[in-house]
């Protein structure tokens, strides 16, 4: 039997109101310390590598070069391009990196309620980890490789050189896991 739309009065109980669904200021407010931390490591990483370009000539490794001595035997500047992953895996896929990266990006995205974004800490972690792939990513589409800058000498060992994005990266990652291993299992 069915029942005549204009029989239906506002406060009947035929099927339950929708709940209007939050403006997109209050969805963006809601994820504003991963917007904000994103953010802030984007801009500070991009900064860093126009300052790193603008100053030393490419490539550049060695004190001899023109290299920046910070602490000497331990930290340097210096302006190198790597077309792989870290500890330059997958050298030479700048290309390939760069559509993962994307990917990675709209997996976070359509991934978000599941991820826990919610919490602040998630948010933390993520907005770093946001930063620092979208950093790189930049650096891909517009160079064809990534710009490192941070370069750490432990005596004889070399450290692989990295930028702000990769640290972002990687404190995000270490981040996540963190807060994951802290929050409450779920009981079934």
């Known amino acids: 039997m069915e029942i005549p739309l204009t029989a239906i009065k506002p406060d009947d109980p ?3 109101p929708l709940a209007p ?3 997109f200021s209050e969805r963006v407010t809601a994820y ?3 917007w904000g931390v994103g953010l802030a490591v984007y801009a500070f990483d991009q900064v860093s590598k126009i300052w790193i370009s603008a100053t030393l000539n490419f490539p550049t490794y060695w004190p001899e070069e023109g290299a920046i001595t910070v602490v000497n035997g331990f930290f340097y500047l210096v302006h190198v391009g790597n077309t792989g992953a870290a500890w330059s895996l997958f050298t030479g896929k700048s290309g390939f990196l760069a559509l993962l990266a994307a990917i990675t990006l709209l997996g976070i995205y359509y991934g978000r309620h599941h991820l826990g974004l919610r919490a602040k800490q998630a948010q933390l ?3 770093l980890l946001c930063g620092g ?3 790189n990513f930049t ?3 517009m160079h064809g490789h990534v710009i490192d800058f941070l370069d750490f000498h432990f005596g004889s060992y070399i450290y692989p050189t990295f930028n702000i994005a990769d640290a972002g990266i ?3 990652v270490l981040l996540y896991l963190w807060h994951s291993c ?3 299992v779920p009981s079934a």
């Open 139 to 141: 650096d891909r589409l």
């Open 32 to 34: 504003g310390v991963l």
């Open 133 to 135: 792939i979208v950093g």
């Open 21 to 23: 669904r939050p403006a």
């Open 182 to 184: 802290r929050a409450p």
């Open 125 to 127: 972690a993520f907005g």
């Open 14 to 16: 035929v099927s339950p």
């Open 170 to 172: 990687c404190v995000g």
